[in-house]
């Protein structure tokens, strides 16, 4: 069963949406994130992906008061980025309630740190960020495609033992134009030991329908959740 996994996004500790990672476009959707993550649980849902966009600005986590209250107040498992930069940071997010870790832009800058980090707390708690453009790795807050494909990056990071990736294809991100389903059903195909979560562009139910059928290991909703092109009741049958 694929895995629906709704995303908060905290600048000032509100709960916001940005369109292709862009601060300038930037739409606040809750004053509350403990309150909107509350909502997601009641209707049974499990995972929750958290995202600290002041820490991702900063390079240290800056919201970690509200993962501590998300964590003590849900029984949701939380993967928590942004601003995961160093071990201490790791510490942090661990000891705030973090189930897991998202590394994002280390994990294309410093590859060999990255993995020191999934040696020492495993596969299952570090999640490889794969941003990504076109065919390409996205970087520099996802304003440039590099020339790193994203096949290759998932690759090498599976031949040192990372097994989770979220994918987000930023030319959609936050856009309702629908996900990469083509570039899911490749991954899947060629690399099926690694567990992709599809993100960006999810819009409707009917997108769901098809992640699931590639086989992707979960999928990351957010925007379509906060602008109602996906009601929450909906979302209850993929959820066992």
Same mark, same amino acid.
């Not at 986590?61 to 601003?83: H, K, M």
């Given at each position: 069963?694929?895995?629906? $996994? ?6 000032? +500790?509100? !709960? %916001? ?5 862009? &601060?300038? @476009? ?13 909502? &997601? ?21 800056? /919201? #970690? ?9 849900? /029984?949701?498992?939380?993967? &928590?980025?942004?601003?995961? @930069? ?17 590394? +994002? ?8 740190? %990255?993995?020191?980090?999934?040696? =020492?707390?495993?596969?299952? =708690?570090?999640?490889? +960020? ?5 065919? /390409? ?16 990056? $998932? ?7 990372? =097994?989770?990736?979220? !994918?987000?294809? %930023?030319?959609?991100?936050?856009? #309702? @134009?629908?996900?990469?389903? /083509? ?5 899947? #195909?060629? #690399? ?35 602008? +109602? ?10 959820? !066992?």
């Amino acid at each position: 069963m694929m895995e629906i $996994i709704p995303a908060i996004d905290i600048i000032g +500790g509100q !709960c %916001v949406r940005l369109t292709e990672g862009d &601060f300038a @476009q930037q739409t606040t959707y809750d004053s509350n994130p403990v309150e909107v993550a509350k909502r &997601f649980e009641s209707h049974g849902i499990k995972r929750l992906h958290l995202v600290d966009l002041d820490g991702a600005r900063a390079k240290k986590p800056v /919201n #970690l008061a509200v993962l501590e209250s998300i964590a003590r107040e849900t /029984n949701l498992t939380i993967d &928590f980025g942004g601003g995961i @930069q160093s071990e201490e940071a790791i510490k942090q997010a661990f000891d705030a309630g973090a189930a897991q870790i998202t590394a +994002g832009s280390i994990a294309v800058r410093e590859p060999e740190t %990255v993995k020191g980090w999934l040696l =020492k707390y495993g596969a299952d =708690k570090i999640i490889i +960020g794969a941003d990504f453009k076109g065919t /390409n790795i996205a970087i520099s807050a996802w304003t440039e495609e590099s020339k790193y494909p994203l096949q290759d990056f $998932i690759s090498g990071y599976v031949q040192t033992g990372a =097994k989770l990736f979220i !994918c987000t294809d %930023v030319s959609k991100d936050g856009k #309702l @134009q629908g996900p990469s389903t /083509n570039t899911y059903r490749h991954l899947k #195909l060629t #690399l099926p030991e690694a567990d992709i979560i599809a993100s960006g562009g999810v819009t409707t139910i009917a997108d769901l329908e098809q992640l699931q059928e590639i086989g992707v290991k979960g999928a990351i909703i957010g925007k379509a959740i906060y602008e +109602g092109t996906i009601d929450l009741k909906d979302l209850e049958r993929f959820i !066992c």
